[in-house]
């Protein structure tokens, strides 16, 4: 089963961009979908969005105007972008490997991310 | 975008079964799409509990069963133990392809 690893600034100030990284390893990213889900303090789990690797990607839509997700198969690691964030983005970040059924088989150990000036 | 409703907490004496649901809509569960579920301890990433409605992961033990008829899915436990006690997501996909997650369910092991 493959390994996944978020990285980034752990504090982002308002009106600023949020951006991760994460990082694959055990496995490739070719040919499976990679997604991003947070969870607020106290709260549960929101998907983002996905990547397919080959560039594909799927928004939540109510992030969608705000969210980039990207991939790098030479470096095996995709990444977050959510721009002009805001206290109500303050959360853990998880990133995930999507499987046949949909469902998230492998997840990171996750990131907390706060907004705060 | 639709959304998935669990109970907030449900509880039961260690050796009982408990069910926990997960009520969708017409574009999302009532679709067809498959419905998955998590285990999160405290402090913790999720962890895949049950794939496709029915499946489990290797690793994870047959007290965990899942199903589901209709708009709505259920994951039971049997044999409850104490090492149980954790929240538990239901997700799946409405018809723009968006991933869901339920609210949450706080299970508590008496």
């Known amino acids: 089963q493959v390994q996944l690893q978020e990285s980034g600034p752990g504090l982002v100030k308002p009106s600023e961009t949020l951006s991760l990284t994460c990082t694959v390893s055990?496995?490739?990213?070719?040919?499976?979908?990679w997604g991003w889900i947070r969870q607020a303090p106290g709260k549960g789990l929101e998907w983002i969005g996905h990547?397919?690797?080959?560039?594909?990607?799927d928004y939540n839509p109510s992030l969608k105007s705000r969210v980039t997700i990207s991939v790098d198969t030479s470096k095996n690691q995709f990444s977050l972008k959510l721009t002009s964030v805001t206290a109500a983005d303050t959360a853990v970040y998880y990133c995930?490997?999507?499987?046949?059924?949909?469902?998230?088989?492998?997840w990171g150990q996750g990131t907390l991310v706060t907004v705060s000036s | 975008q639709s959304v998935l409703t669990q109970p907030p907490s449900v509880s039961g004496a260690p050796g009982q079964r408990v069910t926990i649901s997960c009520t969708g809509s017409?574009?999302?569960?009532?679709?067809?799409?498959?419905v998955h579920w998590y285990q999160q301890l405290p402090g913790t990433a999720p962890k895949l509990l049950i794939y496709g409605n029915v499946n489990r992961p290797s690793g994870v033990p047959d007290r965990f069963s899942g199903s589901n008829s209709g708009t709505s899915a259920s994951l039971a436990i049997t044999g409850l133990q104490a090492e149980d006690e954790a929240d538990y997501y239901c997700q799946s996909y409405d018809s723009s392809l968006s991933a869901l997650f339920g609210g949450g369910t706080k299970l508590t092991v008496l």
């Open positions: 055990g496995g490739s990213l070719i040919s499976s979908y």
């Open positions: 990547i397919y690797s080959s560039g594909d990607t």
């Open positions: 017409s574009s999302d569960i009532g679709a067809g799409y498959d």
């Open positions: 995930a490997k999507r499987a046949d059924y949909g469902d998230f088989d492998s």
